[in-house]
């Protein structure tokens, strides 16, 4: 991702969020993003469910440490 478009890539995901969380979610992003994170769609589904209160943070936490372990082992193949 050479430019930082996260909205404009799932803007789905961030329909349902008001504008506060939306603020707190790209600006989450954008920090990650600014040291080499690139966000895939599951990352920033799991942060807009959770900032909407979809889930709660056992959920958020249970569902990073998923999308983690799936990263892992797309690197180590």
């Known amino acids: ?5 996260i909205e404009q890539r799932w803007p789905e995901l961030f329909e349902p969020l008001d504008d506060v969380q939306r ?3 790209v600006q989450t ?3 990650s993003w600014h040291e080499g994170f690139t966000p895939t769609r599951d990352v920033v589904e799991n ?3 959770y900032a909407a ?3 709660d943070e056992t959920e958020y936490q249970r ?3 998923a999308i ?3 990263a892992r082992g797309r690197t180590t193949r």
């Open 53 to 55: 209160g979809r889930i």
């Open 29 to 31: 992003l954008a920090t």
């Open 68 to 70: 983690a372990e799936t």
């Open 1 to 5: 991702m050479d430019t930082f478009d």
């Open 23 to 25: 603020t707190a979610v």
């Open 47 to 49: 942060l807009t469910a």
């Open 63 to 65: 569902r990073s440490d």
